[in-house]
């Protein structure tokens, strides 16, 4: 079944050839969050950059579920999360807090992703946050970070910390609050969640099971980039070479997401 559109009007010729391709992009994105489970209703969020607009950005419609965004439903917004168009949705400018933080210190974060996912939690609740058990997190720990929690994320005094924490990491760990990546692309923000994500789920089963956890040595972690650049070949890392068939698969199961 498709997912139902909440407005029939399209902004395919309204918006310039690279917006429009970002917006596919985004709703692709937020379709796949949903796809593999990792949404929490409607209260996190995606935003990605618009291309050639520093201080532009597009955020989901509030109150859409994930699987419901399309393109032309994505609101385009300020680093205040104002809107900036004449879009029938609204936003929640609260829930813009981490990523106007992010957006406005960190140029090459184009794209920037956030879960509440009960394993992600779970692990942002343990003290000695994600451990290198698996192949997995070798990926993730070479770029990762730690943010304390604050309460939630809605005050603007919070964002300095939050940013020093993110530092030039890709990804982030809130403590007590769950997982957020970055990336240049929709890509790069998915694939870095995958790895983070599954890194988490791994700990979290390993952890049940009650037997002695066998860890990765710091030498293997610390040439984990180069390894990781071998595997997936000069291609710019596992983005462009997993994304194509992402949406391949939205395509064949609901290509809504385009419209």
């Not at 946050?129 to 005094?157: K, N």
Request: hydrophobic residues 40%; aromatic residues 8%; proline residues 7%.
């Amino acid at each position: 079944m498709k997912a139902p559109a909440p407005d029939g009007t399209s902004l395919r010729e309204k918006v310039s050839p690279e917006e429009w391709a970002a917006r596919v992009d985004l709703a692709a994105c937020y379709r796949l969050v949903a796809r593999y489970g990792w949404e929490d209703l409607v209260f996190t969020h995606i935003t990605m950059r618009v291309p050639g607009a520093d201080d532009q950005f597009l955020i989901n419609p509030y109150g859409l579920f994930f699987d419901e965004i399309t393109a032309s439903s994505l609101v385009k917004i300020d680093l205040q999360g104002k809107k900036l168009d004449d879009s029938p949705h609204p936003v929640n400018p609260a829930g813009f807090v981490i990523h106007s933080a992010i957006h406005a210190a960190r140029h090459d974060a184009r794209c920037v992703l956030h879960t509440h996912t009960v394993n992600g939690v779970a692990v942002s609740a343990q003290r000695e946050g994600l451990l290198p058990i698996s192949q997995h997190s070798i990926f993730v720990l070479s770029t990762l970070g730690y943010h304390d929690f604050e309460g939630p994320a809605l005050r603007d005094d919070e964002k300095p910390r939050l940013v020093a924490d993110l530092g030039q990491n890709s990804a982030l760990i809130l403590r007590n609050h769950g997982l957020l990546t970055v990336g240049q692309s929709a890509a790069e923000a998915f694939l870095t969640m995958y790895y983070l994500e599954a890194s988490c789920a791994i700990q979290v089963r390993a952890q049940a099971g009650g037997g002695e956890l066998i860890p990765v040595s710091k030498e293997i972690i610390d040439g984990a980039y180069t390894m990781r650049s071998t595997a997936t070949g000069p291609t710019g890392g596992p983005g462009p070479l997993v994304w194509p068939g992402l949406l391949r698969r939205l395509d064949r199961s609901d290509p809504s997401y385009r419209n």
